[in-house]
């Protein structure tokens, strides 16, 4: 019995070890110990003090302050109100230079100082750069860890119909990260749709990841899947995230790049003004005189994108076309932006510039009423009206590519097909919850 009674404190430490140390791996707060009555009743009883885990150790021992980076305050001026001395200070900037960067902390980012109650300086300054990732920087040991966290990705759908806009319709679908979600559509769709003559009735559905970090959501991945009904035309358009050493992209259900020679517009989730019109009556000047261009309406500042790959033949100042920047793109195309309020930081003739790449920013400069960007659309040497041009489409894949890629995208296809749109989902319930997941396979 003597023995027993020796024995058990012993053999409850080592429970104890081993809880912490699972604990410790997997992140997790607490667990029950009802386990511990199958062993001994007594050891059922006992009340354990489970510990408190972040940034991968034990901060019950810790004074612990969080704040967020206040306007132009830096590394040093945190640690120095914590009394570090400015020799580690120093040394841990140039350790952690090829790590993190101490210059790249930003303005409202949260950070944590772990601090001995004994000590007289901390032990630890963790700062979190975004959801994704936290940096440990050691006062004590002058060492620097960027460290990742582990993120569960799960498969999760949604659908939306356009009554107004189409931000309305990701807000009426109770879409959770519209913003982020709506740009992945626009990459994926933007050369077949024309998000900037959306109508009522067009209605899209998404597959997408979501990004989970200790079960909770963080955000979202990769837009695996999007197919969108234009009410106008009564045609679906498909676009499916798609990579391997030949490819890399979005593509049709036939295997066609979505990405054409170019973008329809050199705004994103803009609206069209004024149409290229040889008979319009100026806004300004009040006579009537050809309007070789299409004004897309966006809010001051909106970067404006060159809708193909190219280089930069005029960046100008000044005059009725305000300021504004040519892309020759070929022997046969140019596009031209107008009443820039400045340029992209680089941007000058000779540059070269890829398709996407933001070249300057809505203003009103020039002969202009508000702020909006006038496209021009040149093709040998003359300007035409870019909505009505014929562009030839990409190949499309073939042969055993063809055959992987079909293969490949079959799973999304049929979530996709299985997914109501979104008026058909709300006409067959009564439910306004338009969003589901499951475990990423």
């Not at 969080?66 to 140039?94: A, C, G, H, Q, R």
């Not at 077949?192 to 597959?207: I, S």
């Not at 295997?255 to 050199?266: I, S, Y």
């Amino acid at each position: 019995m003597r023995i027993i009674k020796n024995i058990l404190p012993i053999f409850t430490i080592a429970l104890v070890a081993a809880f912490i140390h699972n604990n410790v791996n997997f992140g997790i707060r607490s667990q029950p110990l009802s386990f511990l009555n199958a062993l001994n009743p007594e050891l059922g009883k006992i009340k354990f003090a489970v510990p408190t885990i972040k940034f991968g150790m034990v901060i019950d021992t810790f004074e612990v302050a969080t704040d967020v980076i206040k306007p132009n305050e830096f590394l040093s001026d945190i640690l120095v109100k914590y009394n570090v001395p400015l020799n580690v200070i120093s040394n841990l900037s140039k350790t952690a230079k090829n790590i993190f960067d101490v210059r790249h902390l930003q303005c409202g980012k949260k950070y944590t100082v772990l601090h001995n109650p004994t000590a007289e300086s901390p032990d630890y300054f963790i700062y979190e750069p975004d959801a994704y990732s936290y940096v440990v920087y050691d006062l004590k040991n002058d060492c620097v860890k960027h460290i990742r966290k582990a993120v569960e990705t799960k498969i999760a759908t949604a659908t939306g119909v356009v009554e107004r806009t189409l931000w309305d319709a990701f807000m009426d679908g109770g879409i959770k990260y519209s913003d982020q979600l709506a740009d992945l559509m626009d990459d994926a769709l933007a050369w077949n749709v024309d998000f900037h003559h959306v109508t009522k009735g067009d209605k899209f559905k998404l597959v997408y990841e979501k990004k989970y970090i200790d079960g909770q959501e963080v955000g979202v991945g990769n837009l695996l899947g999007a197919v969108f009904w234009d009410e106008s035309t009564q045609k679906e358009y498909y676009a499916f995230k798609y990579e391997n050493a030949n490819h890399q992209g979005y593509f049709d259900l036939e295997g066609r790049p979505q990405k054409k020679t170019f973008l329809k517009a050199p705004l994103k989730f803009s609206h069209i003004t004024s149409n290229f019109n040889m008979a319009r009556l100026h806004p300004v000047l009040r006579y009537v005189r050809p309007h070789f261009g299409t004004d897309y309406a966006a809010p001051q500042g909106t970067p404006i994108m060159t809708v193909a790959d190219g280089v930069v033949e005029k960046a100008e100042r000044g005059g009725g076309n305000g300021n504004f920047v040519k892309v020759k793109h070929d022997k046969t195309y140019e596009t031209q932006y107008l009443h820039m309020s400045r340029f992209a930081a680089g941007i000058r003739p000779g540059t070269r510039v890829k398709q996407g790449q933001v070249i300057g920013y809505v203003g009103s400069t020039g002969l202009a009423t508000g702020p909006h960007v006038c496209f021009r659309f040149w093709k040998n040497g003359r300007q035409v009206n870019h909505l009505r041009e014929n562009l030839p489409p990409p190949a499309k894949m073939t042969g055993e590519d063809w055959i992987k890629f079909n293969n490949a995208i079959q799973p999304i296809k049929e979530q996709l097909k299985n997914k109501k749109y979104f008026d058909e989902e709300f006409a067959s319930s009564d439910s306004r919850s338009h969003s589901t997941s499951q475990i990423h396979p």
